[in-house]
């Protein structure tokens, strides 16, 4: 199986070259071997290897830096995208992408299915909505994945951002007005590889996949350092004073539920939900330093 993976430097990326199975023959790009937004560059990667697979991980994924910058978040998140699911499309390639619950609004009191109604309310979101409406009109047989507030070992994300803070602060301000479940990036991989062995079965799906418990920005803080803590890998336990969205006055809007509900990938797909609250622990004590 010619699996193509793009986007491959990134915290996603690494975690499915973590886990890449035997029969797969795999090429991983980064955004230095591979522009998803040169059309050359694509024609020349899929006249060479011919992907059989193909796997979207690259990404704008800067949300604040979005709304000062819609044409790069457009050209990698829409745009590109668009040209990819054509070539997936003419060459008979599958096509699975990641996408985001910042597609929604946030307002639900719900967790947010697969067939609820887009209303994404940063410009990240909104060219990320756009890079999902691109694959659907392409024709190209898909898999979309919609995922949230992702965490590994790799690349910056809210884990890596809170170990770093609390080996010198004693508290932190944290967010505890949005609801999420954080989802490791390991197990999305692990549900990616599920998917793309499935792909005959599957055609043309958008699925949701997140962690397995909901909480706030402030409880998985204070989740993260009780077990650092534990773990002896800071010294000292970090106090969370927790703030409101409109406190932290980020660039961009922010959806106050990031929840999906997962049913569809669960029982269709036979895949389980990300456990991110093991793998931090798992982290913390095979990834993380004193
Ligand atoms: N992180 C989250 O919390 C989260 C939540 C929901 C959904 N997602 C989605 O999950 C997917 C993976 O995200 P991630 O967390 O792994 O993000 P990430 O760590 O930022 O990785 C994204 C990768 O895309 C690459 N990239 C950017 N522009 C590119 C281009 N023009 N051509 C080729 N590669 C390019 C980046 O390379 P450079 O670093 O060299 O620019 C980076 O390696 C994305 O689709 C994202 O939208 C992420």
Redesign the pocket.
């Known amino acids: 199986m010619r699996v193509l993976l ?2 491959a ?5 690494l975690s499915i070259q973590d886990r890449v199975p035997k029969n797969w023959q795999l090429s991983a790009l ?3 071997d ?4 040169d059309p050359v560059q694509i024609d020349h990667v899929f006249k060479t290897f011919k992907p059989e697979i193909v796997i979207n ?5 800067a949300v604040d830096k979005a709304e000062e910058d819609e044409i790069t978040a457009r050209s ?1 998140n829409a745009l ?1 995208v668009k040209n990819l699911a054509i070539k997936c499309e003419k060459t008979k390639a599958f096509l699975i992408h ?5 597609v929604f609004d946030g307002r639900s009191i719900m967790p947010y299915r697969e067939t609820d109604i887009l209303n994404p309310i940063s410009i990240y979101g909104k060219t ?1 909505a756009e890079g999902e409406q691109a694959i659907i009109r392409s024709g190209v047989s898909y898999a979309i994945i919609r ?4 965490f590994s070992e790799y ?3 809210f884990f890596k951002t809170m170990m770093r803070l609390g080996k010198d602060r004693e508290s932190l301000d944290i967010v505890d007005d949005q609801i999420g479940a954080p989802t490791y ?1 390991g197990d999305i991989a692990d549900a990616i590889i599920a998917i793309a062995r499935d792909k005959n079965k599957i055609k043309c799906e958008i699925f949701h996949y997140c962690g397995d418990q909901i909480t706030t920005w402030a409880d998985f803080a204070k989740y993260i350092f009780t077990h650092a803590f534990e773990a002896e890998k800071i010294n000292h336990t970090v106090v969370i004073n927790g703030i409101s969205t409109e406190q932290f006055a980020a660039a961009a809007p922010r959806p106050k539920n990031s929840v999906l509900d997962c049913e569809k990938i669960k029982n269709s797909c036979a895949i389980k939900l990300s456990d991110w609250q093991n793998a931090v622990k798992i982290i913390i004590n095979n990834h993380m330093g004193k």
Not at 34 to 37: A, E, G, N, Q
């Open positions: 793009t986007g430097g990134g915290q996603l990326g980064t955004s230095a591979l522009d998803i937004t991980a690259a990404a704008f994924t990698v590109a990641i996408s985001t619950d910042y990320k995922t949230s507030w992702v690349g910056n994300n990036a």
